[in-house]
Nanobody, 115 residues
């Protein structure tokens, strides 16, 4: 089993910034890929960004240029830096990881963008 714990969610104003962190219970060097997803009320869970062990990234069009993902292998964490936040970014953000053909999920952290 892999445990993933998100932190850093909260309330921010439009145009503001927030940094999310996902801590893994195993070395992330052993994890093929890690992801941030988000799900707004009544909406499907959508992929925000992925990152592989070789640092290859793939961002959703809606966040390109605003969000940045980074892996810290030494700390077994993956962060999501979110800038220029918009109300449409409001959602529960989930960290996920692929290991040995399985998908593991964190508990989610709420991000609310509102004035």
């Amino acid at each position: 089993q892999v445990q993933l714990v998100e932190s850093g969610g909260g309330l921010v104003q439009p145009g503001g910034s927030l940094r999310l962190s996902c801590a893994a219970s195993v070395s992330i060097r052993s994890i093929y890929a890690m992801y941030w997803y988000r799900q707004a009320p009544g909406k499907q869970r959508d992929l925000v960004v992925s990152i592989t062990t070789d640092m290859s990234t793939n961002y959703a069009d809606s966040v390109k240029g605003r969000f940045t993902i980074a892996r810290d292998n030494a700390k077994n964490t993956v962060a999501l830096q979110m800038n220029s936040l918009k109300p449409d970014d409001t959602a529960v953000y989930y960290c996920a990881a692929d290991l040995s053909g399985r998908r593991y999920w964190g508990q989610g952290t709420q991000v609310t963008v509102s004035s």
